[in-house]
């Protein structure tokens, strides 16, 4: 059995556990790990702040692992997904997500993704949400468009 891959970051080593733990049954701990590990990746090449990169990371590693499982026809996994996609995942998609989260909650999961994710949600959507009364945008970040996401929607 060959050892596995160092993870980049040695804080991701309690997401990837969580994950593991989370997917068991389902995923192996190395599947987990190399999603984890890809998706610290692709947020790294575009974050300008890493204060909290580790915790988008598994966020980020958790929706594609949820994407998968649904992909392979998981039980529990057959909520419809949708997804919207723009270029850089800061504005019309991040808004667009959010509101139809807002308006069928339980009944579709929501993703947004972009081709060439922007370092921040753009403030002005966290603006229009608050006063739509729609719950969201701190937990919006920008996220890279995955083969996952994708399939699953």
Same mark, same amino acid.
């Given at each position: 059995?060959?050892?596995?891959?160092?993870?980049?970051?040695?804080?991701?080593?309690?997401?990837?556990?969580?994950? !593991?733990?989370?997917?068991?049954?389902?995923? %192996?701990?190395?599947?987990?790990?190399?999603?984890?590990? $890809?998706?610290?990746?692709?947020?790294? *090449?575009?974050?300008?702040?890493?204060?909290?990169?580790?915790?988008?990371?598994?966020?980020?590693?958790?929706?594609?692992?949820?994407?998968? !499982?649904?992909?392979?026809?998981?039980? $529990?996994?057959?909520?419809?997904?949708?997804?919207?996609? %723009?270029?850089?995942? !800061?504005?019309?998609?991040?808004?667009? *997500?959010?509101?139809?989260?807002?308006?069928?909650?339980?009944?579709?999961?929501?993703?947004?993704?972009?081709?060439?994710?922007?370092?921040?949600?753009?403030?002005?959507?966290?603006?229009?949400?608050?006063?739509?009364?729609?719950?969201?945008?701190?937990?919006?970040?920008?996220?890279?468009?995955? $083969?996952?996401?994708?399939? *699953? !929607?």
């Amino acid at each position: 059995m060959s050892p596995s891959p160092v993870l980049p970051d040695e804080r991701l080593a309690a997401g990837a556990a969580r994950l !593991a733990t989370a997917h068991r049954g389902r995923f %192996c701990a190395e599947t987990v790990q190399r999603v984890i590990t $890809d998706s610290y990746e692709r947020l790294a *090449a575009t974050a300008r702040v890493t204060t909290h990169l580790v915790v988008l990371t598994e966020r980020l590693a958790a929706e594609r692992l949820d994407a998968l !499982a649904h992909i392979e026809g998981a039980p $529990d996994s057959g909520l419809p997904r949708v997804l919207f996609v %723009c270029s850089h995942n !800061a504005g019309r998609s991040q808004l667009a *997500a959010a509101l139809l989260a807002h308006r069928a909650p339980g009944h579709v999961t929501v993703s947004s993704a972009g081709t060439h994710p922007a370092a921040a949600v753009e403030p002005v959507v966290a603006q229009v949400l608050t006063e739509a009364g729609v719950p969201s945008a701190e937990s919006a970040f920008p996220k890279p468009l995955t $083969d996952e996401v994708v399939q *699953a !929607a």
